[in-house]
Each structure stands twice: as structure tokens, then as C-alpha cells.
């Protein structure tokens, strides 16, 4: 294999440092608890860690409104701490992956505080100005452009107010992006994960986008935008002078405009992250919520599956930072312990680099409180005031229940005591209620549990190549409550069932499958013999087998 490639085998940890450990018991999570817990990560048996932004920020977007790229946010620790968490990951055989966020900067960075002075000063085109606004909204929250004062101006703002858009066609903030990627690669990180990286190149004469699409109106503006792949090929030239990764993240990307950058002369990224199965239970954003279709899930996962196969690589992945939490919309409540382990089936076994969101492992779920004032996520906020608005706020607050960031940023889970054994201190944000039974301790010490399902899932696939390099495909793909899938290399198969459903479900093999020897590699419920056609809810198997040379190639080509 290519050095380029090493990340094809491994498998993530994403840790959002707030709410992960608190070393120093002022109740937010740091880099101190990181440090203390790289052994537990470890032995989950992923093989690096990507970290959401660590620096200095106002947290109006928490973190991913940057003031500083070079240094470490307070509360989290400083650089020293940084590389000693760096160093003890790197001892430990993980792999470090930093979020490089460039589409813009906090309003509190030094170059936007210059840059709103004047329209002269050495800074002054390093954010997008204009004397008049467009008709674009924000993503986040009211319309994209914000008044300044002092220069007499507007400046775009995708995100929050407080997130002013780079001027990425200056080739000053170019060199500034080149730096920073330097900066962390010299002190020895792996790669990067590029927050919103396909808007960092806005349409020329930024045009007027359409009046009636809510929320992202001016998409077709700043979307993989004129001078994305240059501007792409410059970083990927600094990533390539330190063999390291980049990951793209691709709101509302397609998996066609996903490969210009995957592959071919302009491979700028070795992976996007995609957004289409995430959209299984939703519309646009989770908070205009549907009822669950797995069909479409399956739909979204084979369309990047089967596109990228032998051309570049997914990222595998049901939860992060952005996301509610997937037992507590794909899976179920009730049948807690078998849709965690299920989920954990439907996704590790695929091809691609798996990540797993802190407490993902845990079979973490989604916290429900009483008012939106509780809530810290902006988005949250802002979605519950502009969307819906004829709806009772009850509604709207079930909505935010549905869909909110904060269910993924609750404390992490480590102890059924105090706080969760999250901090000594009482912590920066709810804890859920459900620690007492759902932790890190408990669930290590249980046999069975979700956490030590994830370590056998994860373990079983680092050993096999079928698992890792094997061909996908799929059955059954209109089956609304099973996703089937086949994942083939030499004469080895591995045939993958999970029952989405709450009730028992009959499953029929493929016929190809039907007279062969199937070995039951895997299951999460208990003493199966894997022989019953009958699938108990939620209930998930992997058998083994051997194809025939012929169907082996059958298969790779399907
Ligand atoms: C994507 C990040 O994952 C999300 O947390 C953030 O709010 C937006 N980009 C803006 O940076």
C-alpha cells in the first residue's frame, strides 16, 4: 500500500474535548482528561483521534469560531499540554487528526478586528465586504451579511454573526491557511478534518441566489465554487510534503461533485464527509424532522458505497458533534442494548475509515430538557424562533428533542457517580440523566455490553481483508425494515443482516447464500446458532463463508 493510504485501515475516535474528561475539575472537559483517557481509547481498538477545534474561541459556535489557529483554547489547556497529548497518543500507536476550519474565523480574530477598521489597512481583503448585502440567509442564523460600522460595510457571515467568511481568492489567506497547516503538521499531527471546505470559494459578483429555498438560498454560489480545486491543490501540495490525511467535510455534497475532489488528476481529498444517510429521518436539517425510512438510508449508503468502489474511500460514520444521537433516532429507546450493537453492524463492516463520536460506543442517547433556554447549541436556538413558527412552542420544543447538537455534547459517560465521573466540579452542561446506567465503568465490565460490542466489531474487522478491502453489495435494497449487505474478497464472503425493527422479522437469504456452509461469526443477541430464519428485534448477524473462485468474481464485479 501506498504511504498516501495508511488511513484505509484505521479506524477514529472523534472527541469533542468540552465534554469528554475534565482533568482539572473546573467542570469543562480539557486536555488533561484527554491525556488521562488515551488509554481507554486505545483499548476500544481505534487507531486515532480526530479533534474538534482545541483553540482559543469565544465559543459562540464552540470552537468552530476560531481566534487563534496556533494556540490551544484556555480552558482546554495550552500548546505544552497539546503536545503531550500529542506525544502519549503517537506512543500509543494513534494517529492525530487536527479541525482545520477555513470557510471563516471568529469576529474576535486578529485579522477580522483589523479588517473591519478600514477599508485600507493590510487586512482589509482578507473577509468578503460589500457595500450592499445579497439575498443570501445564513445557515445558522437571519440573513448572511452583517453591518460594521467602523468600515461602513457588510461583511458575509454563512455561519453565525460571529463567524465572518475568509476571502479565500486573496492569496494572502491562502499562504495564512498553508501556515497553519504547517504549524501543526511541523509539531507531528497526522491530517486534517476540513470543516465546510467545499464553500471556501464563493461565485464571483456573489449573484442573488434563489428567493424560495429556505435556509440555503445561495448554495449554488458558494458550493464547490469556481476556484475550489485550485485553491484545493495548493493544500493538498503542503499535506503531501507530510504524507498526511485530508478529510473533507461536504454539507449537502453529492456523492458525483464529491469525486471531483477524490479522484483524478485534482484528488484534493482522500475522503468526504458525506451527509446523505444522515438525512434518513429528516429533510435538509434534522429539525425538519420525517419518520425514519431505512430504505433511504440504505439507499444513500449503497450510492456512496458503490460509486467510490475502486476509485477512493469512504468515511464511515452514524454520529458527531452536529448530530443527535443515532440509537435515539435510527435505532430505539426501548430496545436500548440491541439497536446500539445493531447500528454498530450496519455501519463498521462497510468500506471505509469508521469513526465513532465520544459515547457513541456507549449507547449514549438523546437529552430531552424541560425548556429552550436549557439548550447551548445556537442552532438550536435559532431553528425553535425561525422554523415553524405557527406550531406550538411544545411542539417546537419535542423538535429541538428531535434534532438538537446538544445531545451529542452532554458530559460523556464515564461512572455512575457524581457527575458522571465526568468532572469533579459540576459539569459546564447537563448531564443525562441515564449515566447510572449508561457508562464507561459498567458497560467495561459487562460482558455484553454496547461498549464491548464496538471493541469485538472493531477488532474483527481490523483482521480480515474481506472486511477491510472486500467488494460491497447490497440485497434486498427495497426491504423497509432489513439492510443486507455482502462484503467479498478472494474466496472469502461476509454476509451482513440487521433488522431495523421492533418486531421479530423473517429474513430470506439470497439464493446464492441459501446451500452454503455460513459460519456465524457475529451476533448481538446471546447463544444464537445463527440457523433461525427468524430475526428477534433489532437483532443482527455476520456469517462467514467461502465463495467459489467464479462467484468470487461474480461478486467483485457486482
Ligand atoms: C461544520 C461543523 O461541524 C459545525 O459544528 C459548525 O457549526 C459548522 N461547520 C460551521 O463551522
Same mark, same amino acid.
Given at each position: 500500500?501506498?504511504?498516501? $493510504?495508511?488511513?484505509?485501515?484505521? #479506524?477514529?475516535?472523534?472527541?469533542?474535548?468540552?465534554?469528554?474528561?475534565?482533568?482539572?475539575?473546573?467542570?469543562?472537559?480539557?486536555?488533561?482528561?484527554?491525556?488521562?483517557?488515551?488509554?481507554?481509547?486505545?483499548?476500544?481498538?481505534?487507531?486515532?483521534?480526530?479533534?474538534?477545534?482545541?483553540?482559543?474561541?469565544?465559543?459562540?459556535?464552540?470552537?468552530?469560531?476560531?481566534?487563534?489557529?496556533?494556540?490551544?483554547?484556555?480552558?482546554?489547556?495550552?500548546?505544552?499540554?497539546?503536545?503531550?497529548?500529542?506525544?502519549?497518543?503517537?506512543?500509543?500507536?494513534?494517529?492525530?487528526?487536527? +479541525?482545520?476550519?477555513?470557510?471563516?474565523?471568529?469576529?474576535?480574530?486578529?485579522?477580522?478586528?483589523?479588517?473591519?477598521?478600514?477599508?485600507?489597512?493590510?487586512?482589509?481583503?482578507?473577509?468578503?465586504?460589500? +457595500?450592499?448585502?445579497?439575498?443570501?440567509?445564513? !445557515?445558522?442564523?437571519?440573513?448572511?451579511?452583517?453591518?460594521?460600522?467602523?468600515?461602513?460595510?457588510?461583511?458575509?457571515?454563512?455561519? =453565525?454573526?460571529?463567524?465572518? +467568511?475568509?476571502?479565500?481568492?486573496?492569496?494572502?489567506?491562502?499562504?495564512?491557511?498553508?501556515?497553519?497547516?504547517?504549524?501543526?503538521?511541523?509539531?507531528?499531527?497526522?491530517?486534517f478534518r476540513e470543516d465546510v471546505i467545499n464553500f471556501i470559494s464563493k461565485r464571483e459578483g456573489l449573484p442573488d441566489g434563489l428567493p424560495f429555498v429556505p435556509l440555503a438560498n445561495g448554495i449554488m454560489h458558494y458550493k464547490d465554487g469556481p476556484h475550489i480545486h485550485e485553491y484545493m491543490a495548493e493544500f493538498r501540495e503542503v499535506a503531501n510534503e507530510y504524507g498526511?490525511?485530508?478529510?473533507?467535510?461536504?454539507?449537502?455534497?453529492?456523492?458525483?461533485?464529491?469525486? #471531483?475532489?477524490?479522484?483524478?488528476?485534482?484528488?484534493?481529498?482522500?475522503?468526504?464527509? #458525506?451527509?446523505?444517510?444522515?438525512?434518513?429521518? /429528516?429533510?435538509?436539517?434534522?429539525?425538519?424532522?420525517?419518520?425514519?425510512?431505512?430504505?433511504?438510508?440504505?439507499?444513500?449508503?449503497?450510492?456512496?458505497?458503490?460509486?467510490?468502489?475502486?476509485?477512493?474511500?469512504?468515511? !464511515?460514520?452514524?454520529?458527531?458533534?452536529?448530530?443527535?444521537?443515532?440509537?435515539?433516532?435510527?435505532?430505539?429507546?426501548?430496545?436500548?442494548?440491541?439497536?446500539?450493537?445493531?447500528?454498530?453492524?450496519?455501519?463498521?463492516?462497510?468500506?471505509?475509515?469508521?469513526?465513532?463520536?465520544?459515547?457513541?460506543?456507549?449507547?449514549?442517547?438523546?437529552?430531552?430538557?424541560?425548556?429552550?433556554?436549557?439548550?447551548?447549541?445556537?442552532?438550536?436556538?435559532?431553528?425553535?424562533?425561525?422554523?415553524?413558527?405557527? $406550531?406550538?412552542?411544545?411542539?417546537?420544543?419535542?423538535?429541538?428533542?428531535?434534532?438538537?447538537?446538544?445531545?451529542?455534547?452532554?458530559?460523556?459517560?464515564? =461512572?455512575?457517580?457524581?457527575?458522571?465521573?465526568?468532572?469533579?466540579?459540576?459539569?459546564?452542561? =447537563?448531564?443525562?440523566?441515564?449515566?447510572?446506567?449508561?457508562?464507561?465503568?459498567?458497560?467495561?465490565?459487562?460482558?455484553?455490553?454496547?461498549?464491548?460490542?464496538?471493541?469485538?466489531? !472493531?477488532?474483527?474487522?481490523?483482521?480480515?481483508?474481506?472486511?477491510?478491502?472486500?467488494?460491497?453489495?447490497?440485497? /434486498?435494497?427495497?426491504?423497509?425494515?432489513?439492510?443486507?449487505?455482502?462484503?467479498?474478497?478472494?474466496?472469502?464472503?461476509?454476509?451482513?443482516?440487521?433488522?431495523?425493527?421492533?418486531?421479530?422479522?423473517?429474513?430470506?437469504?439470497?439464493? $446464492?447464500?441459501?446451500?452454503?456452509?455460513?459460519? !456465524?461469526?457475529?451476533c448481538n443477541y446471546d447463544g444464537r446458532t445463527g440457523r433461525s430464519p427468524e430475526f428477534a428485534p433489532y437483532e443482527a448477524r455476520m456469517y462467514r463463508t467461502r465463495i467459489y473462485e467464479s462467484s468470487a468474481k461474480a461478486a467483485q464485479k457486482g
Amino acid at each position: 500500500m501506498e504511504q498516501a $493510504e495508511w488511513y484505509k485501515t484505521l #479506524s477514529f475516535y472523534q472527541i469533542w474535548v468540552r465534554s469528554f474528561a475534565d482533568g482539572n475539575g473546573d467542570g469543562i472537559g480539557d486536555l488533561y482528561g484527554v491525556y488521562e483517557k488515551l488509554d481507554y481509547v486505545k483499548a476500544l481498538g481505534v487507531d486515532g483521534i480526530w479533534f474538534s477545534p482545541v483553540y482559543p474561541s469565544p465559543n459562540a459556535d464552540y470552537g468552530y469560531d476560531i481566534a487563534d489557529y496556533c494556540d490551544i483554547h484556555p480552558d482546554f489547556g495550552d500548546l505544552a499540554q497539546f503536545r503531550r497529548v500529542l506525544d502519549k497518543a503517537h506512543r500509543l500507536g494513534l494517529k492525530v487528526l487536527m +479541525d482545520l476550519v477555513v470557510n471563516h474565523t471568529s469576529d474576535e480574530h486578529r485579522w477580522f478586528q483589523e479588517s473591519r477598521k478600514s477599508r485600507d489597512n493590510p487586512y482589509s481583503d482578507y473577509y468578503i465586504w460589500r +457595500d450592499e448585502p445579497n439575498n443570501w440567509d445564513s !445557515l445558522f442564523e437571519g440573513k448572511a451579511w452583517e453591518y460594521e460600522p467602523m468600515r461602513g460595510q457588510c461583511y458575509l457571515h454563512l455561519f =453565525t454573526k460571529k463567524q465572518p +467568511d475568509l476571502n479565500m481568492d486573496n492569496p494572502k489567506v491562502r499562504e495564512e491557511v498553508k501556515n497553519i497547516m504547517r504549524f501543526w503538521l511541523d509539531m507531528g499531527v497526522d491530517g486534517f478534518r476540513e470543516d465546510v471546505i467545499n464553500f471556501i470559494s464563493k461565485r464571483e459578483g456573489l449573484p442573488d441566489g434563489l428567493p424560495f429555498v429556505p435556509l440555503a438560498n445561495g448554495i449554488m454560489h458558494y458550493k464547490d465554487g469556481p476556484h475550489i480545486h485550485e485553491y484545493m491543490a495548493e493544500f493538498r501540495e503542503v499535506a503531501n510534503e507530510y504524507g498526511a490525511v485530508q478529510i473533507g467535510e461536504g454539507p449537502m455534497t453529492t456523492v458525483r461533485s464529491a469525486l #471531483s475532489y477524490l479522484t483524478g488528476d485534482t484528488k484534493s481529498l482522500d475522503m468526504m464527509i #458525506s451527509f446523505d444517510h444522515m438525512l434518513a429521518d /429528516c429533510f435538509m436539517t434534522e429539525y425538519v424532522h420525517l419518520p425514519f425510512s431505512l430504505i433511504r438510508f440504505k439507499s444513500a449508503i449503497s450510492r456512496w458505497q458503490n460509486t467510490l468502489a475502486g476509485r477512493s474511500w469512504n468515511v !464511515l460514520y452514524l454520529e458527531n458533534h452536529d448530530h443527535p444521537r443515532v440509537i435515539s433516532r435510527y435505532g430505539s429507546e426501548r430496545f436500548w442494548r440491541e439497536s446500539g450493537t445493531m447500528l454498530a453492524m450496519s455501519y463498521l463492516f462497510l468500506q471505509g475509515t469508521p469513526f465513532i463520536y465520544q459515547g457513541q460506543e456507549l449507547g449514549m442517547t438523546n437529552i430531552r430538557l424541560n425548556s429552550i433556554d436549557q439548550y447551548m447549541d445556537l442552532t438550536s436556538r435559532t431553528n425553535y424562533e425561525r422554523l415553524f413558527t405557527f $406550531e406550538p412552542p411544545s411542539k417546537r420544543l419535542k423538535r429541538v428533542h428531535d434534532s438538537s447538537r446538544d445531545s451529542a455534547r452532554t458530559p460523556m459517560q464515564w =461512572t455512575a457517580g457524581k457527575y458522571a465521573g465526568f468532572s469533579a466540579h459540576r459539569p459546564w452542561f =447537563t448531564v443525562n440523566p441515564n449515566y447510572k446506567r449508561v457508562n464507561a465503568e459498567r458497560e467495561t465490565a459487562e460482558p455484553d455490553s454496547i461498549l464491548n460490542f464496538y471493541k469485538k466489531c !472493531l477488532a474483527l474487522r481490523k483482521r480480515s481483508r474481506a472486511l477491510l478491502f472486500g467488494s460491497y453489495r447490497e440485497f /434486498c435494497p427495497l426491504h423497509p425494515r432489513i439492510f443486507m449487505y455482502e462484503r467479498c474478497y478472494g474466496n472469502t464472503a461476509y454476509l451482513v443482516i440487521c433488522s431495523f425493527s421492533s418486531r421479530p422479522q423473517e429474513v430470506t437469504l439470497p439464493p $446464492e447464500y441459501r446451500k452454503k456452509h455460513l459460519q !456465524l461469526v457475529l451476533c448481538n443477541y446471546d447463544g444464537r446458532t445463527g440457523r433461525s430464519p427468524e430475526f428477534a428485534p433489532y437483532e443482527a448477524r455476520m456469517y462467514r463463508t467461502r465463495i467459489y473462485e467464479s462467484s468470487a468474481k461474480a461478486a467483485q464485479k457486482g
